[in-house]
């Protein structure tokens, strides 16, 4: 500090002759006339030659600044796609739920899913909607591709459903080309099994499962899925691989149908049963 | 040095007045060439005070000469300071440039850094051209003033007189 004062008191002369010339360049600048318009233009073209000059020479500073601002616009613009492509998805995906809506006969009460597992052999998903809406125990969950699962269970305002890979879930389906019957399950691995299906039964890859008016959970002729793979189980069955026409993977919103099992028919079978 | 503050603004006003009202008299005018008592003194101060005292007691001056002026507001200043800078050079112990034929010298270097300065600028944006500027009015003016200068060498010294009244 000291230094730096005896360095200003060795060179107080020159900083006041310079302090005078700003000064007197001021007062000249501040003129309108003739030679004063020439000057201002030379001064300019020079100034503005040695500053392009200049602006070859990165500015770290503001190029730190300019950094800084763009990382900022790109955070706001990345956020800013991905909102839009959000908003584009779930309007996707609603105009296919209110063609749905107009299609299906049946009432039904929309949910968004809340929670659900993939990965075990009992998978179930959570939907906020509960007995407060009019869902009870049996009813069959579906989207617009088809059969999710059915609800197991209720609370006022949400409920849990069995999702197909589930392996307490088994449901009566058929081929809509064909019209084979058979038992969907879960094998608890990776794969929806259509059992029952005899060796000798036109199945074909790509033929499309639907619900069988045979059950009494469902309401007939919901897609399931799609056979993908065909085989033999034994002498006597083939092994049948359905992929689920749902993909659980994305799987957001649902309709919980309002449909329950007929309580007179589900009475006599269960009578019947209990005779035999 | 508290009485040159005074006496220097006052000596420097009377010429300025001297300077706007009665230096036709001894303008050339036919040849535009007019002599510049105000920086006389100015060199003076400079020469007598140093580079500081030159440069504030020009700026000040100038500043004065151009309001007076109206014409080009700033100029003279900046002519007067970097000359009574300049002068400030020479400030020496006995004042060695301030007597005889240096203060001459002293002058008219400082009155052609004073004339460049002032109708080097003065000139610009006009058809006068440089070398024109120059012998018309930047060499002219400051032989003419260094002329006028001359009369301080009449002037007896202080301690010239001590010396006669002794004697």
Redesign the interface.
Do not use: H, M
């Given at each position: 500090m000291k230094r730096i004062g005896l360095v200003i008191l060795d060179l107080?002369?020159y900083i006041?002759?310079t302090v005078?010339?700003i000064?007197?360049?001021?007062?000249?600048?501040?003129?309108d006339?003739?030679?004063?318009?020439?000057?201002r233009a030379?001064a300019i073209g020079t100034f503005g030659t040695v500053q392009s000059g200049l602006t070859a020479i990165p500015n770290v500073f503001e190029l730190q600044q300019e950094n800084k601002l763009l990382r900022e616009t790109n955070i706001k613009l990345a956020n800013e796609i991905s909102n839009l492509k959000e908003s584009k998805l779930e309007n996707i995906r609603l105009t296919k739920l209110l063609n749905f809506r107009e299609e299906n006969k049946l009432s039904f009460v929309s949910g968004r899913i809340v929670n659900k597992s993939l990965v075990q052999t009992r998978n179930t998903i959570t939907i906020n909607a509960g007995e407060a809406d009019s869902v009870f125990i049996n009813m069959p969950v579906v989207t617009v591709e088809g059969l999710a699962g059915r609800i197991v269970s209720t609370g006022r305002n949400y409920s849990i459903a069995n999702i197909l890979y589930n392996k307490d879930m088994r449901i009566t389906v058929k081929s809509q080309r064909t019209r084979i019957d058979g038992i969907l399950m879960y094998d608890g691995l990776q794969n929806l099994i259509m059992t029952n299906v005899l060796k000798s039964a036109d199945l074909t890859a790509g033929d499309l499962i639907i619900t069988s008016e045979y059950s009494n959970l469902f309401p007939p002729g919901i897609p399931v899925g799609t056979v993908t793979e065909t085989g033999n189980l034994d002498n006597l069955f083939k092994k049948v691989v359905i992929t689920p026409a749902v993909n659980f993977q994305t799987l957001e919103e649902v309709f919980i149908l309002k449909h329950l099992p007929d309580k007179d028919r589900a009475d006599l079978e269960n009578s019947y049963q209990k005779k035999k | 040095m508290r009485f040159n503050i005074i006496k220097y603004p006052i000596i420097l006003l009377a010429l300025i007045l001297l300077q706007k009202s009665f230096i036709s008299v001894i303008a050339l005018s036919k040849l535009n060439i007019t002599p510049d008592i105000v920086l006389i003194a100015v060199i003076y101060i400079g020469i007598k005070e140093?580079?500081?005292g030159g440069?504030?007691y020009g700026?000040f001056a100038?500043?004065l000469l151009?309001i007076l002026s109206g014409?080009?507001?700033?100029?003279l200043?900046?002519a007067y300071?970097?000359s009574g800078?300049v002068a400030?050079f020479f400030k020496t112990e006995g004042d060695r440039f301030l007597s005889k034929y240096n203060f001459l010298l002293v002058t008219f270097i400082c009155s052609l850094i004073s004339c460049f300065l002032y109708y080097g600028?003065?000139?610009?944006?006009?058809s006068t051209g440089f070398a024109d500027v120059m012998l018309l009015y930047v060499f002219t003016s400051a032989t003419y003033t260094t002329l006028i200068s001359m009369v301080i060498l009449v002037i007896p010294k202080r301690k010239t007189l001590e010396r006669g009244f002794t004697d």
């Open positions: 107080k002369e006041i002759l005078l010339i000064f007197s360049l001021y007062f000249i600048f501040s003129n006339n003739s030679q004063i318009r020439f000057l030379v | 140093g580079k500081i440069s504030v700026f100038g500043l151009d014409s080009f507001v700033g100029l200043a900046l300071t970097v800078f400030g600028l003065y000139s610009r944006g006009t």
